[in-house]
């Protein structure tokens, strides 16, 4: 029988995050067919979403766009990166090519790096990206401050150009690159509430506010801290690998509870817009309390997005950075009702879709 290979981008959690929802809908839907994971996110951040045993190997295949946090973006780096790991173009598509032929791969999926689908392309495999941006998309931007972006938004863009199907997701950009589209609804699913095993893992109080800072990395100094330990209304969380030791902060660790669970339980979440926590806290009918981000072509469309689906307010950086979340808090309390509301099943869709593909 042969099997789905599925390539997930590493630039940030939201990625996996819906891969992993595509992902466990492809086991219901199929449980006897094989799938492998090629990525470099954590393993046991893959392990704390799949419901069902999956291979997982290590692989990166794009770079994305190297950041100093969760809020800002180096791209002195990130150009620096992306000319490093080109320079292995050729050998890492070769590298693919044969994986994919010993493997016995059917169809190949990406979110979205394009070396894998170049792979698949050459050695004549049935190759589907899925994603709510195009990395030509969001590098062209940079190109006006730096012209040795035009070689990878060309390079992404061929790639794209010769993809058999692009399943885009909610909150995307046109994506025009790609010549056979369809539109998938939400992926994520809600969470359980587990507010009372929460609230004695973490030694949390279940009568207050509780509000989750959802960053990979967020630089906090001393004094930011020391405002948050002023929200006496609130207890303040964060998830695993996020901590500041010896905080007000309670972090969770993965092993207690999966993110989903732990966003159904908070009462409010403050974070940068990315794909992954703006479609959970949809699915969860969270209130979201959002920083701007720069360097960040997916800005606006995310934050189009949280302005219909999510009830919501805005933090200056300058806030979140000082730990002054008071006044985004009772903005967050006092938000109305989404005008909207997106409909649901985009995961089950998407899985059908590689299916069919499969062979």
């Given at each position: 029988?042969?099997k789905?290979a599925?390539?997930?981008?590493?630039?940030?959690?939201?990625?996996?995050t819906?891969s992993?929802?595509?992902?466990?809908a492809?086991?219901?839907?199929?449980p006897?067919?094989?799938i492998?994971?090629?990525?470099?996110?954590?393993?046991d951040?893959?392990?704390?979403?799949?419901?069902?045993?999956?291979?997982?190997?290590c692989?990166?295949?794009?770079?994305?766009?190297?950041?100093?946090?969760?809020?800002?973006?180096?791209?002195?780096?990130?150009?620096?990166?992306?000319?490093t790991?080109?320079k292995?173009?050729?050998?890492?598509?070769?590298?693919?090519?044969?994986?994919?032929?010993?493997?016995?791969?059917?169809?190949v999926?990406?979110?979205?790096?394009?070396?894998?689908?170049?792979?698949?392309?050459?050695?004549?495999?049935p190759?589907?990206a899925?994603?709510?941006?195009g990395?030509?998309?969001?590098?062209s931007?940079f190109?006006?401050?730096d012209p040795?972006?035009?070689?990878?938004?060309?390079?992404f863009?061929?790639?794209?150009?010769?993809?058999?199907?692009?399943?885009?997701?909610?909150f995307a950009?046109?994506m025009?690159?790609?010549p056979?589209?369809i539109?998938l609804?939400?992926?994520?699913?809600?969470?359980?509430n587990?507010?009372?095993?929460?609230?004695?893992?973490a030694?949390?109080?279940p009568?207050?506010q509780?509000?989750?800072?959802?960053?990979?990395?967020?630089?906090?100094?001393?004094?930011?801290l020391e405002?948050?330990?002023?929200?006496?209304?609130?207890d303040?969380f964060?998830?695993?690998?996020?901590?500041?030791?010896?905080?007000?902060v309670?972090?969770?660790?993965r092993?207690?509870?999966?993110?989903a669970?732990?966003l159904?339980?908070?009462?409010c979440?403050v974070?940068?817009?990315?794909?992954?926590?703006v479609?959970?806290?949809?699915?969860n009918?969270?209130?979201?309390?959002y920083?701007?981000?720069?360097?960040?072509?997916e800005?606006?469309?995310?934050?189009?997005?949280?302005?219909h689906?999510?009830?919501?307010?805005?933090i200056?950086?300058t806030?979140?950075?000082?730990?002054?979340?008071?006044?985004?808090?009772?903005?967050?309390?006092?938000?109305?009702?989404p005008?909207?509301?997106?409909?649901?099943?985009?995961?089950?869709i998407?899985?059908r879709?590689?299916?069919e593909r499969?062979?």
């Amino acid at each position: 029988m042969k099997k789905i290979a599925y390539y997930i981008t590493a630039h940030g959690y939201g990625h996996g995050t819906r891969s992993c929802d595509i992902l466990n809908a492809l086991q219901a839907a199929a449980p006897d067919v094989s799938i492998i994971i090629k990525t470099d996110l954590p393993v046991d951040f893959i392990a704390s979403r799949i419901t069902h045993g999956i291979e997982h190997r290590c692989g990166a295949f794009d770079v994305g766009l190297i950041q100093q946090d969760s809020i800002q973006i180096d791209l002195e780096a990130s150009i620096e990166a992306i000319e490093t790991l080109y320079k292995r173009e050729e050998e890492l598509i070769a590298q693919e090519m044969a994986f994919l032929q010993e493997e016995n791969v059917g169809v190949v999926v990406a979110d979205i790096p394009a070396i894998p689908l170049a792979a698949a392309q050459r050695a004549g495999i049935p190759n589907i990206a899925t994603g709510n941006f195009g990395w030509d998309w969001i590098y062209s931007e940079f190109i006006g401050h730096d012209p040795r972006w035009q070689i990878y938004v060309d390079k992404f863009r061929a790639v794209y150009e010769r993809t058999d199907l692009l399943m885009r997701q909610p909150f995307a950009e046109p994506m025009s690159a790609f010549p056979n589209q369809i539109d998938l609804p939400l992926l994520a699913k809600p969470g359980i509430n587990r507010r009372s095993e929460l609230s004695q893992a973490a030694g949390a109080d279940p009568e207050k506010q509780w509000v989750l800072l959802s960053f990979t990395t967020l630089n906090l100094d001393a004094h930011a801290l020391e405002n948050l330990s002023h929200l006496r209304r609130c207890d303040v969380f964060a998830v695993e690998p996020l901590e500041w030791p010896g905080s007000v902060v309670r972090t969770i660790s993965r092993s207690t509870a999966s993110f989903a669970d732990v966003l159904a339980s908070m009462d409010c979440v403050v974070t940068k817009p990315g794909f992954g926590i703006v479609s959970e806290c949809i699915a969860n009918d969270k209130p979201i309390i959002y920083a701007d981000r720069e360097n960040f072509r997916e800005y606006p469309v995310l934050v189009e997005s949280i302005e219909h689906y999510c009830r919501n307010a805005f933090i200056p950086t300058t806030d979140l950075y000082a730990g002054n979340l008071g006044r985004a808090l009772e903005q967050a309390e006092k938000a109305t009702a989404p005008p909207e509301q997106m409909p649901r099943g985009g995961a089950e869709i998407a899985a059908r879709h590689i299916l069919e593909r499969l062979g």
